[in-house]
T-cell receptor, first 115, second 108 residues
Framework: GAGVSQTPSNKVTEKGKYVELRCDPI?????LYWYRQSLGQGPEFLIY????????DSGLPNDRFFAVRPEGSVSTLKIQRTERGDSAVYLC?????????????FGPGTRLTVL | DAKTTQPNSMESNEEEPVHLPCNHS???????IHWYRQLPSQGPEYVIH???SNVNNRMASLAIAEDRKSSTLILHRATLRDAAVYYC?????????FGAGTTVTVRA
């Protein structure tokens, strides 16, 4: 079946611009996660959704970052006033059962480059 | 989150076994040991997990020390497709806390 998809695969933007990154989870998966991976490091947790609501946004670095999941499926990560330090691969994952040790299935990521 | 320690890198020859160690001396009783791997230019993928007993699946085996302070991921016959970064993660909830992992190189 279809896995987690993310669009775009690559995004180049200029410092100060606004970007949106999209995640399509596996159909039927209630839990959705965003992670950020800087070069040479493991992914870092950003935010976790149970259905439509953000159950844990403790990993968002500052208020320039925001994520939504209005209908409980597709999610959008929004970054305002981008900075060069935001350059990273943004990974999305989904799992069937929220709040558990359920396997997380990752998408291929969106590589964001801020010039 | 409890921390894990893994070697930065390991090399193996194709068709030979690979043993990837992970130390987690501060593991708590409710922490499960999870392994994910990340192939080049892809997102991480689940490999295996366990609590106390050794575990086997089609991808790998997980050997857990009796005191649970360490574990070893075993790839029985490495293939070129197994070249990846392998992450050992202690997990007691929904969050995955990745370290730097072990980069595995497989020589043909």
């Amino acid at each position: 079946g279809a896995g987690v998809s993310q669009t775009p695969s690559n995004k180049v933007t200029e410092k100060g611009k606004y970007v949106e990154l999209r995640c399509d989870p596996i159909s039927g998966h209630t839990a959705l996660y965003w992670y950020r991976q800087s070069l040479g490091q493991g992914p870092e947790f950003l935010i976790y959704f149970q259905g439509t609501g953000a159950a844990d946004d403790s990993g968002l670095p500052n208020d320039r970052f925001f994520a939504v999941r209005p209908e409980g499926s597709v999610s959008t990560l929004k970054i305002q006033r981008t900075e060069r330090g935001d350059s990273a691969v943004y990974l999305c994952a989904s799992s069937l059962i929220p709040g558990t040790l359920d396997t997380q299935y990752f998408g291929p990521g969106t590589r964001l480059t801020v010039l | 989150d409890a921390k894990t320690t893994q070697p930065n890198s390991m090399e193996s020859n194709e068709e030979e076994p690979v043993h990837l160690p992970c130390n987690h001396s501060t593991i708590s009783g409710t922490d499960y040991i999870h392994w994910y791997r990340q192939l080049p230019s892809q997102g991480p993928e689940y490999v295996i997990h366990g609590l106390t007993s050794n575990v086997n699946n089609r991808m790998a085996s997980l050997a857990i020390a009796e005191d649970r302070k360490s574990s070893t991921l075993i790839l029985h016959r490495a293939t070129l497709r197994d070249a990846a970064v392998y992450y050992c993660i202690l997990r007691d909830g929904y969050k995955l806390s990745f370290g730097a992992g072990t980069t595995v190189t497989v020589r043909a």
